[in-house]
C-alpha cells in the first residue's frame, strides 16, 4: 500500500509540472565555458583524463570531454563499445600504431609501435620511491593487455607528483620472465632468469576478483559500519627463477556496504562511500610473490609473501611487523595523520590528481561530501588450487586510514577501521585466461552468473569450477 500511495503522489505532481509547463523559453543559450569544459584542438590538451571532442561544424576546435572511464560507463550506450581514451568506441575500427609502418612490415607487429592511447609517464625510480614495481607507468595501458607499455614522449623529470605525458606501445608479445618491465625503454627483453621446474606451469595471464571485508566503528547514528570492496584485476603471472610474481592491475573497484549476508547496492542504503574512477586509477599495482612455487595441481596450498601499498603519501618505510588480520605493530615509517597534514607534512600527496590531498571518494545518501585520506595497506594470498586454471583463497590483509580533510567538516570523524572478523569475506579466485586478455574480458566474466570472477558473499560459496 506505502508503495501505491508514493506511486500515486509523483504521478499527481507530475501532472502539476505537465500543466504548468512554460510554452515560451527565453534567455541566451548557455555556453560551454561556462559549465566548465575547456577548448581544445587536441587531445593531448585535455590530458589525462579526458580526450578532444571536435564540434560538429567541421572545425579545429573542440572540448575536453569524457564518455567513459572504463567498460562499464559504454554498457549503457551498447554491449558492443569498449572505452579507449575516454571515449566509447567499436573495437573493430581501432588501428594500433601507423598503418604505413605495419604495410612496411607485411603485416606484422612491430614491437615498439605507438598506439592512439595514451598515457602518464612516471620514470621507474619515481615508481619505486612510492614503494611501487619500477614500470608503474605501464598500469594506463595494461587494461588493454600486458602486451602494451607506457612510454614516454613529453618532458620533465616524470615524478608521481607531475607525471610525463606518455604514449601507450604494442611491444607485441606478453613477457611472462620477471626482468622484462623496462622493454619499452629499450632494453632486452629477454634478460630474466628462466629455469626449468614447478613455476613455468603458473604463467599466463589471468582475471581475478579479490575482496576485502572490513569494519569501520565511530561513525554516527550506527554502532559500525560494515564494507566490502571488490575489486576485479587483470594478473600477469609471471617467472622469476623458482619463485612466481602476480601482478594486478586493477580494471574496477566497487565498494559496498553490507550487513549479515546482504550486500547493498549503491542507494539503497542510507549512506555510502562510493570510489571515484579517478581514485582507482591511479592506484600501484599489486605485486604477490610466491617464493617455490610448488606443483600447480589440485588440492595444492600455496602463500605468497606480503606486498605493502601506501596511497595518499609518500613515506620512506611502508612495512611493519604485523599478523595476519591485525593492526600493524611497530613500522619502518609513519603515515600521516590530519594532524601532521594541517601541520604541513609534505609527505601527502594528490594521488589521484584531482587537486585535493590524498585520495578522494565520496559519501551518497544523507551526508554527502568528499573526503580525502591517506592509507598503508597489505595483503597476501594463502589458496588453493583448484585446478590448472581455477585459484581460490583468502586475503589476509591489513588497513590503517586517516581522514585529512572533507569538502564538509561535518563528513570529519574519528573512525577506526578493523579487518571484519569474518575472514570468508576477504578472499580471492583466480581464472587463467589468454595471454592477449583485456579488462574488458574480466569484466564479461565477472557479469555472467555462475562464473569463477562473479562475486559471491564468502569464498566457500564457490570452490569447485
Known sequence: MLFKQISIAVSIVGLVLAASACSKTEGRMTDYSELGYTECSSSDDCLPFSYCRMTDDGGDSGLCWADCRNVEDCRAISSELICKDFACVDPDTLVDGDA???????????????????????????????????????????????????????????????????????????????????????????????????????????????????????????????????????????????????????????????????????????????????????LGMLKHVLKDAPALESGVEFETERWWEVRGAEIDDPTCTVKDYEQEDVCGSDLPDRAAFEGGDERVWDMDYDGFPGQTTRMVGLLPGDVYSDQRWSSRLVGTVADADHLYGVVPNTNRQYQLGASDPVLLYDTITAIHPEQSRSYFRLLRMSDNATCEDVMEQAHTPGSWLEFTVHVDDRTEP
Open 100 to 282: 604505413d609502418a605495419e604495410d612496411d612490415s607485411g603485416g606484422e607487429c612491430v614491437p615498439g609501435t605507438e598506439t592512439n592511447l595514451s598515457c602518464l609517464y612516471i620514470a621507474p625510480e619515481a615508481c619505486e620511491g612510492q614503494g611501487w614495481v619500477s614500470n608503474c607507468a605501464d598500469r594506463y595501458c595494461y587494461d588493454n593487455g600486458f602486451r602494451y607499455a607506457c612510454q614516454k614522449v613529453g618532458e620533465g623529470e616524470c615524478t608521481t607528483r607531475e607525471p610525463c605525458e606518455g604514449k601507450c606501445v604494442d611491444m607485441c608479445v606478453v613477457d611472462l620472465i620477471e626482468g622484462d618491465e623496462t622493454a619499452a625503454d629499450g632494453d632486452d627483453p629477454s634478460d630474466g632468469e628462466v629455469a626449468a621446474g614447478e613455476a613455468s606451469a603458473w604463467t599466463g595471464v589471468w582475471g581475478i576478483i579479490f575482496t576485502t571485508a572490513a569494519r569501520t566503528t565511530g561513525l554516527p547514528l550506527v554502532p559500525h559500519q560494515d564494507t566490502v570492496s571488490i575489486h576485479h584485476s587483470l594478473v600477469r603471472v609471471s617467472q622469476d627463477g623458482d619463485d612466481v610474481v602476480f601482478l594486478s592491475n586493477l580494471c574496477l573497484l566497487e565498494m559496498h556496504n553490507f550487513k549479515d549476508d546482504k550486500v547493498y547496492a549503491i542507494g539503497e542504503d542510507l549512506a555510502q562511500m562510493v570510489v571515484p574512477d579517478a581514485y582507482y586509477q591511479n
